[in-house]
């Protein structure tokens, strides 16, 4: 069964991959090097007998290597958009976090329309 396949590392791994940490943070938390943990990502799609990455993820979710619970980011837009798609209600944390990227995207975008009108 896949759940036996895994190392102890390989699920560490997975669980971060999981909670949406990007390759290079995932190295850095473990001491590792980038390009480790993309081998480390691409030995667990074959073991896990999936078609890539977020595959892989939903196969160990559905195999309780992942404690069987669904994955969802909270207090950003990527949290928020999860749960958009899932069609879950919003929680506060999310909404807030929509709220302050939508203020962060709106300030980003001042400077450049003043930029505009002064040529």
């Known amino acids: 069964m896949a759940a036996l396949t895994l190392t102890r590392l390989e699920v560490t791994v997975l669980h971060m991959i999981a909670e949406g940490l990007p390759y290079a943070e995932i190295a850095r938390r473990l001491n590792y090097t980038t390009s480790g943990i993309t081998s480390i990502a691409a ?3 074959v073991k896990l007998r999936a078609r890539n990455m ?7 979710s559905r195999a309780g290597i992942l404690d069987g619970r669904p994955f969802l980011r909270h207090g950003d837009h990527a949290g928020y958009e999860q749960h958009v798609r899932r069609r879950i209600p919003i929680c506060d944390a999310c909404r807030d976090g929509e709220r302050a990227y939508r203020a962060g995207q709106r300030e980003a975008q001042q400077p450049r329309e003043a930029a505009r009108e002064r040529a």
């Open 43 to 45: 030995r667990m799609v």
């Open 54 to 60: 977020p595959n892989a993820v939903m196969v160990a």
